[in-house]
């Protein structure tokens, strides 16, 4: 069974940082690209960084870049996304996805795996 479980969220303070992590069974992350995407209340779904297979590729929102960083431990079969200098902006439910292909995408309908999610809370 295909399954895909975030952890890592919390409550933090402006310019602190997270680590998310990702958690994949029933398939392997050499077949798969793999996307965080995040919603805050009252907003749409948005993209916030992906990474390909099987050549690591990634990709990042122009809001993220430079902030965050995606990256994947084949071996555990997981996928992190390390958020740095964290904004109250990126206060949101932060979700991984698995996508049908292996390419980057940051259309939702590509994926066919999600989280339940992680929430994000950035507040002073």
């Known amino acids: 069974q295909v399954q895909v479980a975030e952890s890592g969220g919390g409550l933090v303070q402006p310019g602190d940082s997270l680590r998310l992590s990702c958690a994949a069974s029933g398939f392997t992350l050499d077949l798969s690209a793999i996307a965080w995407f995040r919603q805050a209340p009252g907003k749409e779904r948005e993209g916030v960084s992906c990474?390909?297979?099987?050549?690591?590729?990634?990709y990042y929102a122009d809001s993220v870049k430079g902030r965050f960083t995606i990256s994947k431990d084949n071996a555990k079969n997981s996928v992190f996304l390390q958020l740095n200098s964290l904004q109250p902006e990126d206060t949101a439910t932060y979700y991984c996805?698995?996508?049908?292909?292996?390419?980057?995408?940051?259309?939702?309908?590509?994926?066919?795996?999600w989280g339940q999610g992680t929430q994000v809370t950035v507040s002073s």
């Open positions: 996805a698995q996508s049908h292909t292996m390419h980057c995408s940051w259309f939702s309908a590509e994926y066919d795996y």
């Open positions: 990474i390909s297979s099987p050549d690591d590729s990634t």
